[in-house]
């Protein structure tokens, strides 16, 4: 999802660098193309315009940061939550390659004893995991 947000100010901010230049050149000559209208109904609804214009360029100026803020917020946020799950897989991964170790289940009192413990140990260790990973996924 953020990927698609990303492509999306990608494009408007595209869009605002290629018409960057057109605005410098417009604004840069406002004054001239006012001027040489004179005092002319024409020149009012000109320069109206392009008070217009800038205010409407500096809106988008203005939006195109806020969604880079949000998606730089957002980004972060979806880092972390993919470092954790990476971690979890991991740890998940780990735990069962130990489980595999264990089997078969049975055997001599000692071997079923040592099985119990360690089964005993994972289930703790799965708790802690599960509380850690839902503290985890309850701040992003």
């Given at each position: ?7 999306i100010?990608?494009d408007?901010q595209?869009?605002?660098d290629?018409?960057?230049d057109i ?5 840069g000559n406002r004054q001239?193309?006012v001027?040489a209208?004179?005092?002319s109904?024409?020149a009012a ?5 392009l ?8 809106d988008?100026?203005v ?7 949000h998606?730089e917020a957002?980004a972060?946020?979806?880092?972390r939550?993919?470092?954790s799950?990476?971690e979890l897989?991991k740890?998940l991964n780990t735990?069962?390659?130990e489980?595999?170790k ?5 055997g001599d009192?000692?071997?079923l004893?040592q099985?119990?413990d360690?089964?005993k ?7 802690d995991t599960?509380?850690?990973m ?7």
């Amino acid at each position: 999802m953020s990927g698609l947000f990303l492509l999306i100010f990608q494009d408007i901010q595209a869009e605002i660098d290629a018409h960057n230049d057109i605005f410098k050149s417009i604004d840069g000559n406002r004054q001239k193309m006012v001027k040489a209208l004179g005092n002319s109904e024409e020149a009012a609804l000109l320069q109206h315009r392009l008070d217009d214009m800038n205010q409407r360029w500096n809106d988008l100026k203005v939006k195109s940061a806020n969604i880079r803020a949000h998606l730089e917020a957002s980004a972060e946020k979806w880092n972390r939550l993919l470092t954790s799950l990476e971690e979890l897989i991991k740890w998940l991964n780990t735990k069962d390659e130990e489980l595999k170790k264990q089997m078969p289940i049975g055997g001599d009192v000692p071997t079923l004893q040592q099985q119990y413990d360690h089964c005993k140990v994972s289930c703790i260790t799965f708790i802690d995991t599960y509380a850690t990973m839902n503290n985890r996924m309850s701040q992003i």
